[in-house]
């Protein structure tokens, strides 16, 4: 079944949260750069894991997606409960909200490329 660029991509948001790790594979390419770093996909399958230990109700939520093949544009919604450090600040079980501007670059179907940004800013004012 061929699907459009978006629909892979909520598949792909679905897949991780679910956690489906074994089905990451076809979402994510062997070659996936985060970054601007080589990580490949099996960094980036031990980044969403390492994710998923320190935030253990951590869900994904689209909040804005904007697809123009091969790139797409989305605002991750996040409300969750960090249990020890995030992003180098002293969350420590305390529930935030903050959102996130990624953008993906895919490749034959799967993600080549990634650039992230999460507002630190909005976690800050909340503690």
């Known amino acids: 079944m061929d699907k459009n660029l978006s629909g892979i991509y909520r598949d792909y ?8 790790w074994s089905k990451l594979g076809e ?3 062997d070659d996936a750069i985060h ?4 990580i490949g ?10 994710d998923f230990r320190e935030i253990p109700d951590l869900h994904f939520e689209i909040e804005l997606l904007v697809c123009e093949p091969p790139r797409i544009a989305s605002r991750l919604h996040f409300d969750c409960t960090p249990a020890g450090a995030f992003l180098g600040l002293p969350v ?13 670059e895919f490749s034959g179907g799967k993600i080549r490329q990634v650039w992230s940004i999460i507002d630190k800013a909005a976690v800050e004012r909340q503690l």
């Open 13 to 20: 948001i679905a897949c991780l949260n679910r956690q489906d």
């Open 92 to 104: 420590q079980g305390k529930r935030i909200t903050f959102d996130e501007n990624v953008f993906y």
């Open 41 to 50: 996909l099996s960094g980036y399958r031990a980044m969403l894991e390492r």
């Open 27 to 29: 979402f994510v390419g």
């Open 35 to 38: 970054n601007g770093r080589q």
